[in-house]
Nanobody, 127 residues
Framework: QVQLVESGGGLVQAGDSLRLSCAAS????????MAWFRQAPGKEREFVSA????????NYANSVKGRFTISKDNAKNTVYLQMNSLKPEDTAVYYC????????????????????WGQGTQVTVSS
């Protein structure tokens, strides 16, 4: 069992930056690949970014590529999402997720591939 707690969300203006954190407790953090998803009102949960168990592989949604960076600190049991040049369309609840399946370099963009989820943190970007 893994417990995930997100933090770092808030209200910012377009062009600003935020760093989301997701602290994990429970089983060994190195056994999990991690991801960020987001969900805007009235929309389905969508993939934002993912990182493999060994941090060697990453993936980003086209909408955030070049602006967001995912990283994983195994010593702190924490995954981060650095978000730069934020846009109003980035407004959503951001969720951290952990998945156990797959090898060290494996990542998944699929919601169903993740076993544990945080409670979410709200990010609001005003124009």
């Amino acid at each position: 069992q893994v417990q995930l707690v997100e933090s770092g969300g808030g209200l910012v203006q377009a062009g600003d930056s935020l760093r989301l954190s997701c602290a994990a407790s429970g089983r060994a953090f190195t056994n999990y690949r991690m991801a960020w998803f987001r969900q805007a009102p009235g929309k389905e949960r969508e993939f934002v970014s993912a990182i493999s168990k060994n941090s060697a592989s990453t993936n980003y949604a086209n909408s955030v590529k070049g602006r967001f960076t995912i990283s994983k600190d195994n010593a702190k049991n924490t995954v981060y999402l650095q978000m730069n040049s934020l846009k109003p369309e980035d407004t959503a609840v951001y969720y951290c997720a952990a998945g156990a399946s797959g090898g060290l370099f494996y990542i998944s963009l699929n919601v169903a591939a993740y076993d544990y989820w945080g409670q979410g943190t709200q990010v609001t970007v005003s124009s």
